[in-house]
């Protein structure tokens, strides 16, 4: 049994809660938030034993072994370090930091410690998105030459004005760095690294500090090319989350409101039913994008910490996600292509705005 402590007790902590009271192998042991209401809600729906108000008290309990982290994406770094110092284990998710500079400390953090990172990237757990990558290690593909990563969705004002954080530029990002993050991990998952990039992103809707559309096109170290789209203005609810990959032997595209369903699955060398497939791996998601995975990251985090292996997806997977953000917003700020990988860039997030 490994005893949880569950910091942000926010939007997203539900997610985390729930897959750690389901676990047979974790136990809640703590919760903490700087509010002292949401702390308590939380010790009080999900039964943890402690509830702590300040995170640096909180590590100094040796009874917790992993530390897991849904607070503010500008906190992340410097919690994940904190924690990882002090001898736990930590999920963080996503982002893994705001800048490449923060990302290199936490990975000579974690190199340094021995501990292991659990970086969230849950959709890669959905039923259609792990057939999609079944398919590729079977090289049902072909040659890989075209793949699409599209995320429509929809944020009202209310959502950045529910707290003095969300949509800054310190702390959260934009709609790349905050709602397209998922499906960018997913794009590398299955193409590989990025060569190059060239991008545009404006503010349209919202007023805060950052994008809210951004479009960009990748040439791929495989040579490989690639397109993304990704907004939170779709009117007036989130419309999709799609991805679509084309080989010179198969097609397929993963869709839904948050690639929960296979739309199109088409292989030469496959004697499936594409209408079989389409039907057995579907979830219903309904409008929750957050889908099903964390309880598969709780399982996965465990086993990696059991078996002294990296988790399944590490402060690796982490950095090159937020490596393609900053070099789309880098492109966009600079008018031009952008090489990958981005070596130098490591000021911090207002450089990139």
């Known amino acids: 049994m490994y005893n949880f402590a569950l910091v942000g007790c926010g939007r997203i902590s539900k997610k985390h809660l729930d897959a750690i009271k389901k676990n047979n192998k974790a136990h809640l042991y703590a919760v903490c938030d700087i509010v002292k ?10 039964n943890a034993e402690k509830v702590s108000y300040d995170f640096d008290e909180l590590l100094d309990d040796d009874n917790i072994d992993v530390v897991d982290i849904c607070t503010p994406s500008g906190l992340h770094a410097e919690m994940t370090i904190k924690a990882l110092k002090k001898g736990k284990h930590v999920i963080l998710e996503k982002p893994m930091a705001l800048t490449l500079k923060d990302a290199n400390n936490v990975i000579k953090a974690v190199n340094e410690t021995k501990k292991k990172l659990y970086v969230v990237l849950q959709n890669r757990f959905n039923k259609a998105v792990q057939k999609l990558k079944d398919a590729d290690k079977k090289g049902l593909f072909g040659k890989k030459y075209l793949a699409n990563a599209t995320i429509r969705w929809f944020r009202p004002q209310s959502y950045y004005d529910q707290d003095d954080w969300h949509g800054t530029i310190a702390m959260d990002g934009g709609c790349l760095m905050n709602q397209s993050i998922h499906n960018l991990d997913l794009l590398l998952w299955m ?4 060569d190059e990039v060239f991008a545009y992103s404006d503010r349209f809707n919202h007023g805060h500090e950052v994008e809210d559309a951004a479009v960009a096109v990748l040439k791929f170290k495989s040579g490989a090319l690639g397109v993304i789209e990704s907004t939170v203005n779709v009117y007036d609810r989130n ?46 998601f309904g409008n929750d994008v957050y889908g099903f995975g964390h309880h598969a990251v709780i399982a996965k985090m465990i086993e990696a910490i059991e078996n002294n292996e990296k988790p399944f997806t590490n402060e690796i997977d982490g950095y090159k996600s937020l490596e393609l953000v900053l070099a789309i917003l880098k492109s966009s700020k600079l008018n031009k292509p952008i090489k990958l990988p981005l070596k130098n860039d490591l000021g911090d997030l207002h450089e990139y705005y």
């Open 239 to 284: 419309l999709e989350e799609s991805l679509s990959i084309f080989g010179t032997k198969g097609t397929a595209v993963i869709g839904g409101v948050a690639n929960n369903l296979i739309k199109a699955w088409r292989f030469q060398d496959s004697d499936e039913n594409p209408e079989d497939v389409m039907n057995q791996f579907k979830e219903d």
């Open 191 to 194: 193409m590989g690294d990025v």
């Open 37 to 46: 209401e949401k702390a308590d809600r939380a010790k009080q729906e999900y």
